[in-house]
């Protein structure tokens, strides 16, 4: 579980973040949604130790985040960045075996490693890219590679501490397809008890998927809690300053979301669509 | 082949080869040494054994040796097939230390005991190639990133601003200075004794020993520094600990044959073509068959224009660039068929 307290970031004395207070809890998967430089990136980096917050304290695991170790971290927190290229080209198998290396401080990679890497392989449907070398692999597979390889550094239980994954944009260069496939993972995880808190634009997307939502516009908090009673057009027309239109679609449990442009007048005159 | 299996023969073959390389570098030379003398040497024979080509031989490989690892150890940190000692300037650092600490001990340190003396050239050109190594870090850092393509454009910069460092200091010297300082800028075994030897392997004893373990945090860099982080690993810390071993011992090999390039940009290169990008296999690989390419190089250097000999970098960069040139134009072909 992580958990902030008002939490600020300031950098070039602008706040990037103000006074936040908001709970991760475990278990749940927890979407962070805004626009364009609302702070979701910084929010995720602070999440992640990458920077450290200019007042105000985040917890981990009922701990202060500063007197956790990235060794120890390293253990149960799995990272997704918004993928760079891989400097020197080198097998997908190889890469994806990185994700074992806290495992095993001195100690040679073992077969369970090798299984556990296969299997992660296969769960992002990237098995068949086993011996590729990464310099040809497109931009959503090697996306899919490096989520492989998050998923086989969280692939067990911690003894002590429920899981992390935090995941940056996951399904940025992911076909629907693919983007669906992500986000169930990431709530399968979820539902085994991880933390899982990802950076999402796609609404729809994290409307279907999401347990938790936190809204963040202009640094500040517009609003977190459980997605039944964010995705409301009202909240989402605040945060956004978009003209929003929600549909019910008897076949999903979740809103199907519209954004509408600045033509929506036009629009509004469609033939009618059931509001929620 | 199994990738394993590649990495074994090879590492098995590069020991042969830097056998069968030094017993071939104590034959040859300008006096040939017949196999049937090898049992009882004449006092002469033993004398250019002893004395002249084995400590030259020993140089050549350690110093190969650690250019191409630090080649890779730079490499790998900075993300860039590039970076090498000499490239980022870190060798001209060491080059213009080392002159200006020859200077000083030719004009008013003149009654220091050899060895020590032979030891502040080795610190000097340690202190100049940390410095360098430091200021280029610090120019390159920006808001916690290192800015590799900054990075490299500043070890241009300091490239040319140490030259102009040593050749404002060839420009006051006086014969004999003159003669030490334009040995560095050829680069050379050729003065090899055994205490030289001693020193470079005291200053490069922490490289040898640390930098061959670094294999998993270096692969783990390449993925990014805070991904690297985040898998668990000391980045900045570690960052620190390798420029240090770098730096002693880059410094200390310069010190005493001064800068020879290329070694540290082909071996690691061509390893990699050939193992991977895998550090934990490059880091011992480069080690031995870059002490194997400069101990070749030597050999050549001596043998052919025999009894002249060649510089070492003039042999070294009309070996290696070609051969390099060759093979980008191959990779490059291969990526866009």
Known sequence: MIRWNNVSYVKNSRFLLQDISVEMPAGQLTVVLGPNGAGKSTFLRLCSKEMLPTSGMIELHGKDLQNWSTQDMALFRGVLSQSHPVAFPMDVAELVLMGRYPHKKRAALDHHDQHIVQEALAECSVKHLNDRSTQFLSGGELQRVQTARILAQIWEDHPQHPRILLLDEPTASLDPGYQHLCLLKAKKLAEQGVCVIAILHDLNLAARYADHIVFLKEGRLAGAGPMRDMMRESILRDVFSVEIHTVHDPRLEHPLIFTLGPQHQQLANEPKLRSL | ?337
């Open chain 2, 1 to 337: 082949m199994k990738p394993s299996v590649r990495y074994t023969v090879t590492l098995l073959a590069g020991f042969v080869l830097a056998l069968v390389l030094v017993v071939a570098s104590i034959k040859m030379g300008a006096v040939s040494i017949p196999w049937e003398n090898f049992s009882h040497l004449e006092p002469a024979q033993a004398m250019i054994i002893w004395d002249l080509r084995l400590p030259r031989a020993a140089m050549a490989f350690l110093v190969g040796g650690i250019l191409a690892l630090t080649g890779v150890c730079l490499q790998g940190l900075l993300r860039n097939p590039l970076a090498s000692p000499s490239l980022l300037g870190m060798t001209s650092g060491a080059a213009l230390f080392a002159a200006i600490i020859i200077i000083a001990q030719h004009s008013f340190l003149s009654f220091l005991h050899p060895a020590w003396a032979e030891s502040m050239i080795a610190a000097g050109a340690f202190v100049g190639c940390l410095l360098t190594s430091l200021w280029l870090y610090g120019l390159a850092r920006q808001s916690g990133q290192t800015n590799t393509a900054l990075l490299l454009l500043a070890g241009v910069a300091i490239t040319s601003l140490a030259g102009a460092g040593t050749g404002f200091i060839t420009f006051i010297a006086d014969d004999a200075q003159l003669r030490s300082i334009t040995f560095w800028n050829m680069g050379s075994v050729g003065t090899a004794t055994w205490s030289q030897v001693l020193c470079i392997a005291v200053f490069s004893l922490p490289a040898i020993l640390i930098l061959p373990w670094m294999g998993r945090s270096l692969n783990a860099m390449l993925l990014g520094e805070q991904e690297a982080q985040f898998l668990g690993f000391p980045v900045e810390k570690q960052k620190r600990l390798i420029l240090v071993c770098v730096s002693l011992a880059v410094g200390a090999s310069v010190a005493f044959t001064g800068v020879i390039g290329f070694v540290g940009l082909v071996v690691p290169h061509l390893l990699r073509l050939w193992l991977g990008a895998d550090h934990q296999r490059l880091l011992p690989t480069s080690l031995i068959f870059g002490g194997c390419l400069l101990l070749a190089s030597d050999i050549i250097a001596r043998t052919v224009a025999a009894p002249l000999e060649l510089p070492l970098g003039v042999v070294t960069a009309s070996i290696g660039a070609p051969y390099f040139l060759y093979l980008l134009q191959r990779s490059a072909r291969r990526m866009n068929p």
